[in-house]
T-cell receptor, first 114, second 113 residues
Framework: DAGVTQSPTHLIKTRGQQVTLRCSPK?????VSWYQQALGQGPQFIFQ???????QRGNFPDRFSGHQFPNYSSELNVNALLLGDSALYLC?????????????FGPGTRLTVL | RKEVEQDPGPFNVPEGATVAFNCTYSNSASQSFFWYRQDCRKEPKLLMSVYSSGNEDGRFTAQLNRASQYISLLIRDSKLSDSATYLC??????????????FGKGTMLLVSP
């Protein structure tokens, strides 16, 4: 039973560039949430996708956008990268119909913006 | 005021010691509470949920005080492998399906031989 997978594991970009991060949820899960974890901080909620729509969003600018595909996988896009976007980006999956609080995290993508 | 606050530590303890972490949260409508563990450069993993009646899992005991908006984690007989960052996590928002989590900054624990 595959857990949550994310790609790439590491990424280096320069200011102003755009980046796309990918996530495949745990087998059988239909809900994907994205989090940003800066160094020394806890993860911060970016947004959540369910049924291919953004269901809830945290306090992040419009430069952060996402998508969910029919197979429940998801992408996180960040435009016009800033130095402050350097962080570990975590994807978490859950199963909506169980109304469960348990989220399973992927290993994350470490993004460095130079 | 931050939504979830924790002492960042680090807490340096010898093997076998008992250590306690505390956490406060600001939203009285919070619904669910958890402790996650995060090893260096790894993803967070659920350690245990926290219930009002208190709950125990082996050497780990979690307590919730809704009136004081306070959560605690007690680790007894610390092991070297307990060294990690412990994240206090609170779920705000509507009940059904909206499982978005708010994390504290985490408390670092270092257990030494």
């Amino acid at each position: 039973d595959a857990g949550v997978t994310q790609s790439p594991t590491h990424l280096i970009k320069t200011r102003g560039q755009q980046v796309t991060l990918r996530c495949s949820p745990k087998s059988g899960h239909d809900t994907v949430s994205w989090y940003q974890q800066a160094l020394g901080q806890g993860p911060q909620f970016i947004f959540q996708y369910y049924e291919e729509e953004e269901r809830q969003r945290g306090n992040f600018p419009d430069r952060f956008s996402g998508h969910q595909f029919p197979n429940y996988s998801s992408e996180l896009n960040v435009n016009a990268l800033l130095l402050g976007d350097s962080a570990l980006y975590l994807c978490a999956s859950s199963l909506d119909r169980l109304n469960t609080d348990t989220q399973y995290f992927g290993p994350g993508t470490r993004l460095t913006v130079l | 005021r931050k939504e979830v606050e924790q002492d960042p530590g680090p807490f340096n303890v010898p093997e076998g010691a008992t250590v306690a972490f505390n956490c406060t949260y600001s939203n009285s409508a919070s619904q669910s509470f958890f402790w996650y563990r995060q090893d260096c450069r790894k993803e967070p993993k659920l350690l245990m949920s926290v219930y009002s009646s208190g709950n125990e899992d082996g050497r780990f005991t979690a307590q919730l005080n809704r009136a004081s908006q306070y959560i605690s984690l007690l680790i007894r007989d610390s092991k070297l492998s307990d060294s990690a960052t412990y994240l206090c996590v609170v779920k705000f928002g509507p009940n059904s399906g909206y499982s978005t989590l708010t994390f504290g900054k985490g408390t670092m624990l270092l257990v030494s031989p």
